[in-house]
């Protein structure tokens, strides 16, 4: 069937995936991050914290 790999074709063929799913998945992770950084900037009174202890 098919040969052995060595173990530096593996790491290889690893850092190649790893790397092609950060670059198909990026548009996914900028517009998650765009959408948190909206939020936090639209709603400053829920991250105020209370100094009012009873």
Same mark, same amino acid.
């Given at each position: &069937?098919?040969?052995?790999? @060595?173990?530096?074709? &593996?790491?290889?063929?690893?850092?190649? $995936?790893?790397?092609? $799913?950060? +670059?198909i +998945? =990026? %548009?996914?992770? #900028? =517009? +998650?991050?765009?959408? =948190?950084r909206?939020? /936090? #900037? /639209? !709603? %400053? @009174?829920? =991250?105020e914290?209370?100094? /009012?202890? !009873?």
């Amino acid at each position: &069937m098919f040969g052995r790999l @060595t173990l530096p074709q &593996m790491i290889f063929a690893g850092v190649l $995936g790893v790397g092609g $799913g950060i +670059y198909i +998945y =990026q %548009p996914i992770f #900028e =517009q +998650y991050t765009r959408d =948190q950084r909206a939020l /936090k #900037e /639209k !709603s %400053p @009174t829920a =991250q105020e914290p209370e100094d /009012k202890k !009873s």
